[in-house]
């Protein structure tokens, strides 16, 4: 029962129920996305020659705010040749995997950026240019929405970002939102 108990309080930060203010005006939320590096520093990845690969998901934000806990996916889209092989995670507390959906307690307030989960896969260095690896919602999350546990313990829907596999030109990053589709985002992933 004693060490039944300090898990119960961890998971206990990971639910909040949802508060009726505007969440987006309630904190500095920041936003989960995928790097080269645990800073979040190097927005790009490159599988150019067979190997092991790290993707970094890291929480970044305004210098002000802080966070406890997220929730996303990060399944590997249908253009990333690469296979995956596992998580690794720098919190003990982490339910699920980034590519079925994945909740990660911080164990208390953190100040980004924070390295929440390293991504590992086998690269075969056949990635075409512009891949694009975007951060889900969980698909077990109710509003479908990426959610971040903010440091006044409200659960807060954040932006999931996204990285290019192999950015080889400019013309990759000029693709907007408007121009997509759900169908489109959809198709990037494998069954």
């Known amino acids: 029962m004693r060490k039944l108990l300090p898990m119960v309080a961890v998971l206990a930060v990971l639910w909040v129920a949802p508060s009726t203010a505007?969440?987006?005006l309630s904190t500095p939320a920041g936003a989960i996305d995928l790097f080269g590096d645990?800073?979040?520093?190097?927005?790009?990845i490159y599988d150019v020659q067979p190997g092991l690969l790290s993707v970094y998901v890291v929480h970044t934000g305004k210098p002000i705010g802080g966070a406890a806990a997220c929730q996303f996916s990060a399944p590997k889209p249908a253009c990333f040749t690469g296979i995956y092989l596992s998580d690794s995670n720098p919190?003990?507390?982490t339910i699920g995997t980034s590519q079925t959906g994945?909740?990660?307690g911080y164990g208390s307030c953190r100040q980004y950026p924070v390295h929440v989960q390293t991504i590992t896969f086998f690269s075969q260095g056949t990635t075409g240019d512009c891949c694009l690896y975007p951060v889900l919602p969980d698909p077990n999350e109710p509003g479908g929405q990426v959610v971040v546990v903010d440091c006044n313990q409200q659960l807060v829907p954040v932006t999931g970002?996204?990285?290019?596999?192999n950015l080889t030109h400019r013309a990759c990053w000029t693709v907007s939102a408007e121009e997509t589709s759900w169908g489109k985002v959809k198709s990037l992933y494998t069954e």
Do not use: Q, R
């Open 161 to 165: 970002g996204a990285t290019v596999v």
């Open 91 to 93: 919190f003990p507390v």
């Open 22 to 24: 505007n969440p987006y």
């Open 102 to 104: 994945v909740s990660i």
């Open 38 to 44: 645990t800073m979040g520093l190097n927005e790009l």
